[in-house]
């Protein structure tokens, strides 16, 4: 195996001084990454398979307390929150799935102009034709979700899916004729079966508008009326999960996650907690980011077709993350900072003697009033100080390891549901990974000296 290391992800392309500093430029050792994919994976398969999986029905379909009549404000502009949950015919879910429709379109037929240049892109993969495809299929259900209870003949079932697919077609010779210019061979696998696919969608909204409810009406309709399809959502987020903490088709199963997470956190807002948002945020900034570069089925697939020095990434998506947790300390402190019980050194003490919150009883251990202040003040110092501790290598060492003592205690001693093992997966990259797989971690992932 070749020693060379080669570097994965998107560059970023920061403004100054961000591209100056090397805690968002200086590539790392993608275990980092690898290793919070991992525990999050992990954490999130386990919070599905036993928190959201046996309260599927009362937590989230429409016989429980998920009724989407009683979420209408939810639902209303400007909010703009969405859920394939609650069908393809729902109005911002059939909006942005033709946007990025259009999007896939236009990136398309650039990439085929760009063919006459000098500078030649890389050929767009057959998974990009596929996923243009399956694009098109969930706007086309959209329309046909808001006509299906139309008994009348329904051209528009084919005429919507058949326009998109016209598009495709015409995207092939296009792209051919592009490569003939440049004198450049032409692929004509992927395009085809993207044509393929699209056509097939046309063929069966022409078939389904034939019916006054066609076999696929279950589809249509919203998710939670459904326990079928409700079982269905909740184990295809189960699969993306699963996949994506083995590594398998990272970035398809990474986006299927979050989609999915988003989905069940939408129709019902008040079975989510903190921790649950901070999931869903890491989520969506995964989704950009190398995760399957290291400990993955994807990494190991093709190092069988060819010889790989160790992987390493850019750091942006490691800083975003560390940033991301740095606001929520800051921000949690200074809300805190404006309570009585905060100013007082007494939130500690309230805080365990919450039957909403506590694991046991706060007679039970009975600990001295001056302890429980000494705790309040030093978290509340903690959480306000940690962007200035952060800056500096020795100071950000002990904020982060306060923080795992504050995680643990807070999860020992009190019910926060999903939180505690999320904000924990956070410190994950910043453990000294490069010392424990044999190389000096000099230089990365530091913050510069001021």
Same mark, same amino acid.
């Given at each position: ?20 500093? /090397? @805690? ?26 036993? =928190? ?42 059939? /909006? ?15 990439? !085929? ?41 329904? #051209?528009?079932?084919? +005429?919507?899916?058949? *326009?998109?697919?016209?598009? #495709?077609? *015409? ?11 440049? $004198? ?16 097939? +969608?046309?063929?069966?909204? @022409?078939?389904?508008? &034939? ?11 919203? @998710?939670?009326?459904?326990? !079928?399809?409700?079982?269905? %959502? ?28 988003? /989905? ?12 649950? =948002?901070?999931? $869903? ?18 990494? @190991? ?41 905060? #100013? ?10 919450? +039957?909403?919150? =506590?694991?046991?009883?706060? !007679? #039970? ?35 982060? +390891? ?43 992932? &530091? %913050?510069?000296?001021?």
């Amino acid at each position: 195996m070749s020693d060379a290391r080669r570097i994965v992800g998107i560059e970023p392309a920061l403004p100054w001084p961000l591209s100056a500093w /090397s @805690w968002w430029t200086k590539p790392v050792r993608a275990e980092r990454l690898a290793a919070l994919r991992i525990c999050l994976g992990l954490i999130l398969l386990v919070d599905v398979l036993f =928190t959201y999986l046996p309260g599927l029905n009362a937590f989230f379909s429409a016989s429980g307390i998920a009724d989407p009549a009683a979420y209408a404000w939810y639902w209303r502009t400007p909010k703009g929150n969405w859920s394939l949950l609650r069908g393809p015919g729902d109005s911002l879910v059939s /909006s942005l799935s033709m946007l990025l429709w259009g999007g896939l379109a236009a990136w398309a037929f650039m990439d !085929a102009w760009g063919r006459s240049r000098e500078i030649v892109p890389s050929p767009l993969r057959l998974r990009f034709y596929l996923m243009w495809s399956a694009v098109g299929l969930v706007a086309s259900a959209g329309v046909w979700s808001r006509t299906m209870a139309d008994a009348a003949p329904r #051209q528009i079932w084919w +005429v919507v899916p058949g *326009l998109l697919a016209w598009v #495709q077609l *015409l995207h092939a010779p296009f792209l051919a004729l592009q490569n003939l210019r440049a $004198n450049r061979r032409f692929d004509w696998l992927s395009p085809c079966i993207g044509v393929f696919a699209s056509v097939g +969608v046309a063929v069966i909204g @022409w078939r389904a508008g &034939q019916y006054e409810r066609p076999a696929i009406a279950p589809i249509l309709e919203s @998710w939670q009326t459904s326990p !079928a399809m409700m079982r269905f %959502a909740i184990g295809l987020w189960i699969a993306a999960v699963a996949l994506w903490t083995l590594g398998f088709a990272t970035r398809v199963s990474n986006v299927v996650a979050w989609v999915m997470a988003m /989905s069940f956190a939408n129709v019902n807002p008040y079975a989510e907690n903190a921790g649950d =948002t901070v999931r $869903n945020i890491a989520l969506f900034i995964l989704m950009f980011a190398p995760c399957g570069a290291a400990w993955s089925i994807d990494s @190991w697939l093709a190092r069988r077709k060819r010889s790989m020095g160790p992987a390493y990434i850019y750091p942006w998506p490691l800083a975003l993350l560390f940033l991301q947790m740095t606001c929520i300390y800051f921000f949690n402190g200074l809300y805190k900072a404006g309570g009585a019980s905060w #100013q007082e050194g007494d939130s500690l003490y309230l805080a365990l003697g919450d +039957v909403t919150l =506590t694991r046991f009883s706060i !007679a #039970q251990i009975n600990p001295p009033a001056v302890l429980t202040r000494i705790a309040t003040y030093s978290v509340l110092v903690w959480e306000l100080t940690f962007p200035i501790l952060a800056l500096f290598r020795w100071t950000r060492a002990i904020a982060l +390891v306060f923080g795992v003592g504050f995680h643990l205690g807070i999860g020992l001693l009190m019910e926060l549901g999903s939180f505690v093992p999320v904000m924990l997966t956070l410190y994950v990259p910043f453990l000294p990974w490069d010392r424990w797989l044999g190389r000096s971690s000099r230089g990365e992932m &530091q %913050a510069p000296r001021a």
